[in-house]
């Protein structure tokens, strides 16, 4: 059985007042450690990192799971318990482990209950705090103008950590700077509202109880235009049209969705090429030479 530091043990029983009876490795990513840990008769997720980045990232999945829990819209694990790291102490996350037969997702409840969490808004676009993509820092500050965070808060963040990076050969930084003067042509005149997403779901990060109710996960969340959120899911695939016609008939997108789509995943694009390299760079220049 793996052995879990010793600190992580004191925390989760003085917590609970039960002995932590097994522990199962699962892996993890981006330098936070994963593992399922049963505690009496129950079992949970239990993940953790010592500090800087990895540390923060397990206190920002720990608010954004409550965050989303909060609304009563959609079934993400419950936490229960999280602490965020010190000089002494890790940051954690303790939370629900739910149990799955294999079976997929509802994608009719789970398009409903998308669109009922998209009716979950805020008087402005952004967040309280800053959280992650990924592994990349997201930065939420609150602006009025959705074009202007757009702008502010998701391209230029990704595109000038992209230059520091070298990854962007000068046609390609070029072609990206058209898009961002831009914008106002393709995302100006549509009605919208700032919606509470999930923010990084594609379907890695959409599991299922054993009665099939969809579970988010992982999640990176702000106050966006929903159609941000619609777009993520058509990138890489793993959704279905009974998802898709769900949404559509609990709260319809508004017309020109589909000519605005890529743009918004240019966004997750450029964190793929500043994440994994220059196998997305292809990608990322054809949605610049699109819009730009």
Known sequence: MMTLPVTVVNLITAELDRPIARVEPLGGSFDAQLVRVTIGDQRFALKWAAGGK??????????????????????????????????TQPAIVLSEWIESDGHAPDPVRLGEQLAALHRCTAPAYGL????????????NGW????????????L????????????????????????????????????????????DLWGGNVIADTRGTPVL????????????ELAFTELFGGF??????????????EPGYTERR??????HLLNHLNLFGEGYGAQVDAIARRYG
Request: net charge positive.
């Open 240 to 253: 279905s049209s009974r998802f898709y016609a769900a949404y559509q008939a609990a709260w319809p997108l």
């Open 156 to 199: 230029w963040p990704q595109i000038e950590l992209a230059e520091r990076q070298r990854l962007l050969p000068p046609h390609r930084r070029q072609a990206l700077e058209r898009v961002v003067s831009r914008l106002e042509r393709w995302l100006g005149g549509v009605p919208r509202c700032p919606s509470l997403i999930h923010g």
């Open 128 to 139: 309280d705090h800053d959280n992650f993509i990924g592994g990349t820092p997201q930065h």
């Open 143 to 154: 602006m009025q103008d959705w074009i202007a965070f757009f702008r502010e808060r998701r």
């Open 54 to 87: 990895p540390a923060a990232m397990v206190a920002a999945e720990a608010r954004g799971l409550r965050v989303l829990a909060a609304t009563n819209t959609i079934r993400v694990p419950a936490v229960v318990f999280a602490c965020e790291a010190t000089n």
């Open 262 to 267: 890529d743009l918004y995943n240019l966004y």
């Open 217 to 228: 996960i992982d999640p990176a969340i702000s106050y966006s235009d929903r159609e941000a």
